[in-house]
């Protein structure tokens, strides 16, 4: 296995003379056969030193475990170890991020703290495979294919083209031992589904080498997003242009006002591709935020630029996207521009219902509301998804406490809101006025109802009878698309 990770050292130049490397160790089986590699390596080069770093998440009674293990296995290799106690479950509830997520970003924090000029890390094939097939499934696109890079910054994987059943071999001839992470084996979570269930079901059924192939359709596509990056690079200051707006004379009060100008001769001179490109990196540098910016936005914005004449475009995050007769603008709205939810605008009634057996049934569905909108309806376990970060255009329910068929539609007389934990209800109606929705809109702002209780304002709130709790146990997620 050292000529394997030895190959991927020197192919990616991962190691420099004179590099501090710090090696992140769990006492996984990942971790330990990285650290046994990278510690014979450096006895072989002696040209670099090597420290590990474990950190103690403190969420599973093995912790302590865990980290005594490292202590010995450290100990017995004379690599120096540093430990680091972190509160994940402290920072998930002060950060509204998975556990998973909150592990992730202090961990590396840690990592980070210390300064080190390389850090490595022990992502391998069967990771790279896992992150492929979730990004594929989640609609993320050509980039999402990307996978996990060999290099991102300090950040090294020398392991990354050696599969999960070729580091265990090894561990197994050297009749090494190592840690166990209980959670890992649970398929209450998407990743471990597709580690414990998914990825054996292919190689054992479908071809024993499809982990390895997944795997280099994530390399080729790191190789095709750097072409994409540098063909974009080429043409991005040419077709888009960032700006604010100043006021004569700033005040603390005056707010600046960000814009993308998109110029519309260059931007129809551009390859497709290339122009799906340049409106996502509009969109990054008006807003730090992309959860909520879909396939469907990014090709209504094309669409707008090509459009001729002019034209308004509603978005999420409070954008809007205005064409003159020469540029795209992106901006943020004005207190004066139509609400959000105008983006869903169709100008008739709308009333579709939702087959909720077979959502239960199949675990998702797919709904055409209209040439404007689809929904996509998800039915999760609750601990299988991340539902505490705000998103205008995806919201999260507790299903149990949906207890009659859905729809989506506009509004009809008796409709209904629930505004807080007690219970008190509010018309629609009067909901509307208070947000300030103009009369002329109101009838075509699209609603999630059961009944005459309305479950979601989509663009807006959602109903506090629904939202998740303790108690939850089926998640209901519903993503406009």
Not at 104 to 124: F, P, Q, T
Not at 152 to 168: A, F, H, V
Not at 366 to 393: I, W
């Amino acid at each position: 296995m050292i000529a394997a990770v030895r190959d991927t050292l020197n192919q990616f130049h991962m190691i420099d003379k004179g590099d501090r490397v710090l090696v992140g160790l769990s006492g996984g089986a990942d971790s330990v056969a990285l650290l046994l590699n990278l510690n014979k390596y450096r006895l072989e080069r002696g040209d670099f030193s090597l420290t590990a770093i474990h950190v103690n998440h403190n969420l599973r009674e093995t912790a302590l475990r865990d980290q005594n293990y490292a202590v010995s296995l450290c100990e017995s290799l004379d690599v120096p170890l540093i430990i680091r106690s972190v509160d994940v479950e402290g920072y998930v509830r002060k950060h509204h991020l998975s556990t998973e997520e909150a592990a992730r970003e202090l961990r590396y924090r840690e990592y980070a703290s210390l300064n080190m000029d390389k850090i490595a890390v022990g992502h391998h094939m069967n990771d790279v495979s896992e992150t492929v097939i979730m990004n594929i499934c989640r609609g993320s696109g050509i980039h999402g294919m990307c996978g996990i890079a060999p290099i991102n910054g300090k950040i090294i994987r020398p392991l990354i083209n050696i599969s999960r059943g070729e580091i265990e071999a090894y561990l197994a001839k050297k009749n090494m031992t190592f840690c166990v992470d209980e959670t890992n084996l649970s398929t209450d979570y998407t990743r471990n589904r597709i580690r414990l269930e998914v990825l054996p079901c292919l190689s054992d059924r479908i071809n024993n080498r499809a982990i390895e192939h997944i795997a280099s359709i994530g390399s080729d596509a790191l190789l095709v997003n750097d072409f994409i990056e540098s063909e974009l690079n080429k043409v991005a200051d040419k077709v888009i242009t960032f700006t604010a707006d100043y006021p004569d004379s700033l005040s603390a009060e005056d707010t600046l006002q960000p814009k993308v100008i998109v110029n519309r001769a260059e931007f129809l001179s551009c390859h497709e591709l290339l122009q799906r490109e340049l409106i996502l990196k509009a969109f990054e540098l008006i807003t730090p935020h992309r959860k909520d910016i879909t396939r469907r936005h990014v090709d209504a914005v094309c669409k707008l630029t090509r459009h001729k004449g002019s034209g308004t475009l509603d978005l999420p995050y409070n954008l809007c996207a205005e064409a003159t007769y020469e540029s795209v603008i992106l901006r943020a709205k004005a207190p004066t521009d139509s609400p959000n939810s105008s983006f869903l605008d169709t100008g008739t009634e709308v009333n579709t219902g939702i087959d909720t057996e077979k959502l239960v049934r199949e675990g998702s569905l797919a709904v055409k509301v209209n040439d404007f909108c689809n929904l996509k309806f998800k039915l999760f376990p609750k601990g299988d998804v991340d539902y505490t970060r705000p998103l205008e255009y995806t919201k999260c329910f507790d299903y149990d406490k949906i207890n009659s068929r859905l729809c989506v539609r506009t509004r009809r007389s008796g409709d209904y809101i629930v505004i807080n934990d007690k219970g008190d209800r509010q018309s629609i109606k009067a909901y509307m006025v208070n947000e300030k929705i103009e009369r002329d809109k109101r009838d075509k702002v699209l609603l999630l109802a059961s009944g005459s209780r309305i479950i979601w304002v989509i663009g807006h709130r959602i109903g506090a009878d629904v939202k998740i709790s303790e108690s939850t146990t089926r998640i209901l997620m519903v993503e406009v698309d």
